[in-house]
């Protein structure tokens, strides 16, 4: 491409709210992509190209299509806080790429209720479920969401009202910066106002109401947290397991052999980056494990096959959870190929004979060995008894370069 092109970042206000530099660029573009709504907002001759839908697949051919004309793109506020600017850069490379950047939607919300921009979270609804916003949500937080359109208010007061959050304080900002701002609060319990604008912001006071079940972002959920047939890790080894699998932010894990989905679903909440690839051979619990990561707040859980066959064209993980399936032939061979040099392994056994494959992978490979036996306190007429759960064995290793 002869000239880079140049994002512009647009508010509510349009022409009037922009920078002379920026007006000087988009004066002097030949083309214009954007937004209808966007493209209404600014003057001049420019040829206007409204974005196709959808949007991604499309963007080579039309930069193809327009290369070697002055190009410039009209985007919502900030272009590089979860706008246009992101993908073009991905796409075209930083040095094709001007962006001139008008203050985000986050800002202004922030200026309107006096909360401290470095201090508040901002949880993006744009292209995520609104069941992606539960594992913010906790007693006291404050926090921010960029809507989808005028129907997420709504969805986000339903989610609230389900999850035990019906005392928390919203704050409803549509148009911000423009002539048509609009600030409309309440309580999620109270709320009725019907949908507004589709440019809008949540503002969310967290409070959760007395009583209700506590889901942090600290492994160890309550088992009722889960659907499940008996195919669950119990709690007290979840959170040992998990601490196990050890997961930083961005890393993708394999649960093979998913039951419930409830490693894969503790590992992505730890962190919003956090991936995970469950591999279940039952179609019902296939199932149950969408539902679960939906309603725990972790949607994106991409849930697969039977292990092995359905490891092949699965991205390489970062760590590997083995619960399920640790005798059935060939699943720990395809898990420890697929291991790269440094990604860590975490197999719990709870059969006699699952135990013997751990000893002998443990004297192939290295890494610890550990044995819990959780008991747990329960009534015996008057008085209370420890009852034994199961004991589970438990093997950990990295994977190093000689093995």
Same mark, same amino acid.
């Given at each position: 491409?002869?000239?880079?092109?140049?994002?512009?970042?647009?508010?509510?206000?349009?022409?009037?709210?922009?920078?002379?530099?920026?007006?000087?660029?988009?004066?002097?573009?030949?083309?214009?992509?954007?937004?209808?709504?966007?493209?209404?907002?600014?003057?001049?001759?420019?040829?206007?190209?409204?974005?196709?839908?959808?949007?991604?697949?499309?963007?080579?051919?039309?930069?193809?299509?327009?290369?070697?004309?002055?190009?410039?793109?009209?985007?919502?506020?900030?272009?590089?806080?979860?706008?246009?600017?992101?993908?073009?850069?991905?796409?075209?490379?930083?040095?094709?790429?001007?962006?001139?950047?008008?203050?985000?939607?986050?800002?202004?919300?922030?200026?309107?209720?006096?909360?401290?921009?470095?201090?508040?979270?901002?949880?993006?609804?744009?292209?995520?479920?609104?069941?992606?916003?539960?594992?913010?949500? =906790?007693? &006291?937080?404050? $926090?921010? %969401? *960029? #809507?989808? /359109?005028?129907?997420?208010? @709504?969805?986000? !007061?339903?989610?609230? +009202?389900?999850?035990?959050?019906?005392?928390?304080?919203?704050?409803?900002?549509?148009?911000?910066?423009?002539?048509?701002?609009?600030?409309?609060?309440?309580?999620?319990?109270?709320?009725?106002? =019907?949908? &507004?604008?589709? $440019?809008? %912001? *949540? #503002?969310? /006071?967290?409070?959760?109401? @007395?009583?209700? !079940?506590?889901?942090? +972002?600290?492994?160890?959920?309550?088992?009722?947290?889960?659907?499940?047939?008996?195919?669950?890790?119990?709690?007290?080894?979840?959170?040992?397991?998990?601490?196990?699998?050890?997961?930083?932010?961005?890393?993708?894990?394999?649960?093979?052999?998913?039951?419930?989905?409830?490693?894969?679903?503790?590992?992505?909440?730890?962190?919003?980056?956090?991936?995970?690839?469950?591999?279940?051979?039952?179609?019902?619990?296939?199932?149950?494990?969408?539902?679960?990561?939906?309603?725990?707040?972790?949607?994106?859980?991409?849930?697969?096959?039977?292990?092995?066959?359905?490891?092949?064209?699965?991205?390489?993980?970062?760590?590997?959870?083995?619960?399920?399936?640790?005798?059935?032939?060939?699943?720990?061979?395809?898990?420890?190929?697929?291991?790269?040099?440094?990604?860590?392994?975490?197999?719990?056994?709870?059969?006699?004979?699952?135990?013997?494959?751990?000893?002998?992978?443990?004297?192939?490979?290295?890494?610890?060995?550990?044995?819990?036996?959780?008991?747990?306190?329960?009534?015996?007429?008057?008085?209370?008894?420890?009852?034994?759960?199961?004991?589970?064995?438990?093997?950990?290793?990295?994977?190093?370069?000689?093995?």
């Amino acid at each position: 491409m002869g000239h880079p092109v140049t994002v512009v970042g647009i508010g509510a206000d349009g022409w009037d709210g922009l920078s002379r530099s920026a007006c000087r660029a988009l004066e002097d573009a030949e083309v214009l992509f954007g937004s209808a709504r966007q493209l209404d907002l600014v003057p001049g001759d420019a040829e206007r190209v409204p974005w196709p839908s959808p949007l991604v697949p499309a963007l080579p051919g039309l930069f193809e299509r327009y290369d070697g004309r002055r190009i410039g793109v009209l985007a919502s506020g900030d272009p590089m806080f979860h706008g246009i600017g992101v993908t073009l850069v991905n796409l075209l490379g930083a040095d094709r790429v001007r962006v001139i950047a008008h203050p985000s939607s986050v800002s202004l919300a922030c200026a309107r209720l006096g909360w401290a921009l470095h201090e508040t979270p901002v949880v993006s609804l744009v292209t995520a479920p609104v069941a992606a916003l539960l594992p913010h949500l =906790a007693e &006291g937080r404050r $926090l921010l %969401v *960029l #809507a989808r /359109d005028q129907h997420t208010p @709504a969805a986000v !007061v339903e989610l609230l +009202r389900d999850n035990g959050f019906r005392d928390t304080e919203i704050t409803l900002l549509e148009q911000l910066g423009g002539p048509l701002e609009t600030v409309v609060s309440g309580t999620a319990d109270t709320w009725t106002r =019907a949908p &507004g604008d589709p $440019l809008n %912001v *949540l #503002a969310l /006071d967290c409070r959760r109401d @007395a009583g209700s !079940v506590r889901r942090t +972002r600290t492994p160890g959920l309550p088992d009722d947290s889960f659907e499940s047939d008996g195919q669950l890790t119990k709690q007290e080894v979840r959170a040992l397991t998990v601490a196990a699998l050890a997961p930083e932010p961005g890393e993708l894990l394999w649960d093979v052999g998913g039951g419930s989905g409830s490693i894969a679903i503790e590992w992505m909440r730890t962190d919003p980056t956090c991936r995970a690839i469950g591999f279940e051979r039952d179609e019902t619990r296939r199932s149950r494990i969408t539902a679960n990561a939906s309603r725990l707040g972790v949607p994106g859980l991409d849930v697969r096959g039977a292990a092995p066959d359905a490891l092949a064209d699965a991205p390489t993980p970062d760590a590997i959870f083995l619960g399920g399936g640790v005798t059935a032939p060939g699943v720990f061979d395809s898990c420890w190929d697929a291991l790269p040099v440094g990604g860590r392994m975490v197999v719990n056994a709870v059969t006699a004979e699952s135990e013997v494959l751990l000893l002998r992978w443990h004297a192939a490979h290295g890494g610890a060995l550990r044995k819990f036996q959780i008991y747990r306190g329960s009534a015996l007429g008057g008085f209370t008894a420890w009852r034994p759960q199961l004991p589970v064995a438990q093997w950990v290793v990295t994977k190093e370069n000689m093995q």
